[in-house]
């Protein structure tokens, strides 16, 4: 062999062990990072009570289907369903419960989605912005309400208020504004356009009375 | 203030569906376990990583906790009760509508629909340097931030301080002080029932806690006795907004009047101290007199003596000895404006 052919077999050499070693490295990484998240498993495992620590991959019911999705403990449902289920109609404002723009309904009751843990609602049905309209497209009278009297400026709140104001009139279809206000005043809206948000939900409310007779 | 940082750090979520299973897993942990109720409290510590509990037990999947039920003394409200339901509930509106009206007072409309009684007497106070996870007493620490020259204490105590001038926030509380409610809690040792007024323990007791539950300790009951069923009642809740603030500060009373004379009275303010006052110099001084302006005028004199302002605060005395005042004669009720 000559001298040349021997250095071109050696980089060749080189060459080849590099890429298994990077390789070797790609796969131990991964081994050592599950190995230790499976030891952690097993030390918890370790201390569990009879209460057991539960799935991480579970099923929760969004807007009418069954979703699978992997959730970690400290997840919350506005994180899962932004960020987890693509539904980010559900907005985070504060991440405090202070704003209510992540408000979204859980067995009809309205909630802030930021201040509930994901394994929390997994036996609940969960309502957001994106499961109001009829699946052809049909607006929820409450929405219709907005469109027809231009309820909102910025509008970012706007999911949030809606699902707010379809939660209270659930349980008070015939509000007068005053109650109307109190009912949805778990929210705010940085445009203070308070009055033209009401104006459009007593619409809404009308809206929902007729179709519920019709 | 608040800063979106992510999610929250990992803990481990234990989530019990009974009492005894709940009582388990709190003997096992010990201080470990962080006790979730509605979570509206515990969620600013642990999105802020001022609290670091390596388990949470999360408590509503735990039926048992739920509900108000009647029962030969009165009434049991389970500690995992909404605060909706509670101030929705026919039996609290027509017999104890002070705690209806205080619980319907609390934050906004989907708080309620999430916090429970027990969370709402159980939550910690809101003294921001505290919460920003300052070192001071209540944290473990040797200094009080707020009580200083330039310290921020709008909203912090006038009575009773003692090293911390932290308030307690919670809106049902008097309310059930006022009523004569009892706290059922449960540990390994089994179950020991206090008095409202007792549950609730200032700085010179202990400066870490606001409650007398120590790690172990589940509080699972309410208990209302009959005694005030359809008494005067009175409650009013100060705040800067009328949605979301805590109280700074909120007065509730129960009374049984004969004619004209006070027969039986009970009175409580929260937002004063690091507890929630049961101003028993006040019922001492007015029972047996006529209910009237110049005995409810004494009434809030004395409920104000030894009061100490700190250098924002000396609002809050003429604010006691008015809300005090009220509570016993009473003024036409202030509507809701939106």
């Known amino acids: 062999m000559s001298e040349a052919d021997k250095q071109v077999s050696e980089t060749a050499a080189k060459r080849v062990s590099r890429r298994a070693f990077i390789k070797g490295v790609i796969t131990s990484g991964v081994a050592v990072s599950s190995t230790s998240y499976l030891f952690r498993a097993s030390t918890l495992a370790g201390q569990r009570s009879s209460a057991g620590l539960g799935e991480r991959l579970i099923t929760l019911n969004v807007n009418g289907q069954q979703r699978r999705v992997d959730v970690v403990k400290q997840e919350t449902l506005a994180w899962t369903l932004r960020y987890k289920l693509g539904l980010t109609g559900t907005k985070l404002g504060c991440d405090r419960a202070e704003c209510g723009s992540c408000t979204v309904l859980i067995d009809d009751v309205p909630y802030y989605a930021c201040s509930v843990l994901t394994h929390t609602v997994r036996d609940k049905k969960v309502l957001t912005i994106e499961g109001l309209a009829s699946p052809h497209g049909k607006l929820h009278p409450v929405q219709q309400g907005v469109v027809d009297e231009q309820g909102f400026q910025c509008a970012y709140c706007m999911p949030g208020f809606v699902m707010a104001a379809v939660g209270f009139l659930k349980t008070n279809p015939n509000p007068t504004r005053a109650e109307l206000a109190h009912g949805i005043s778990g929210n705010l809206c940085r445009c203070q356009d308070y009055d033209k948000i009401l104006t459009a939900f007593m619409r809404g409310a009308e809206y929902m009375r007729r179709s519920s007779r019709a | ?338």
Not at chain 2, 40 to 50: A, E, V, Y
Request: with cysteine; charged share 20%; aromatic share 8%.
């Open chain 2, 1 to 338: 203030m608040a800063v979106i940082r992510d999610v929250m750090p990992a803990f481990q979520l234990l989530q019990p569906t009974s009492i005894a299973d709940a009582q388990k897993i709190l003997d096992q942990y010990g201080p470990d376990a962080w006790v979730l109720a509605g979570g509206l409290d515990s969620f600013d510590w642990l999105k802020d990583r001022i609290k670091k509990p390596n388990t949470v037990v999360d408590l509503s999947g735990v039926e048992e906790l739920k509900g108000i039920r009647e029962t030969g003394q009165g009434l049991e409200i389970g500690a995992m009760t909404t605060l909706t339901e509670i101030a929705q509930h026919p039996l609290i509106k027509a017999k104890y509508s002070l705690l209806a009206q205080s619980a319907e007072l609390v934050a906004s409309p989907q708080i309620r629909n999430q916090g429970t009684i027990g969370g709402n007497v159980s939550q910690d106070t809101r003294c921001w340097y505290y919460r920003a996870g300052w070192p001071c007493y209540r944290a473990g620490g040797n200094i009080c931030y707020a009580d200083t020259p330039v310290g921020r204490n709008r909203e912090h105590a006038i009575l009773h301080a003692e090293r911390c001038v932290a308030v307690n926030p919670s809106d049902t509380a008097p309310a059930l002080i006022a009523l004569d409610a009892k706290f059922v809690i449960r540990n390994r040792k089994g179950e020991r029932v206090v008095n409202a007024e007792d549950y609730f323990v200032g700085p010179e007791i202990d400066i870490t806690r606001l409650t007398v539950l120590q790690p172990g300790d589940l509080l699972t009951a309410v208990r209302i006795p009959a005694t005030w069923a359809g008494a005067q009642f009175y409650f009013e809740k100060v705040r800067d907004r009328n949605v979301w603030d805590f109280p700074l500060m909120n007065v509730a009373s129960a009374m049984v009047l004969s004619g004209d004379t006070i027969q039986q009275v009970r009175v409580a303010v929260n937002g004063a101290a690091a507890r929630p006052l049961r101003l028993k110099a006040v019922e001492n001084a007015i029972r047996g007199k006529q209910r009237s302006i110049a005995t409810a005028e004494m009434a809030g004199n004395l409920a104000v003596q030894g009061a100490v302002p700190l250098q924002f605060n000396a609002y809050k005395i003429p604010l006691m000895r008015n809300l005090v005042k009220r509570s016993i004669t009473g003024v036409q009720e202030a509507t809701w404006a939106s």
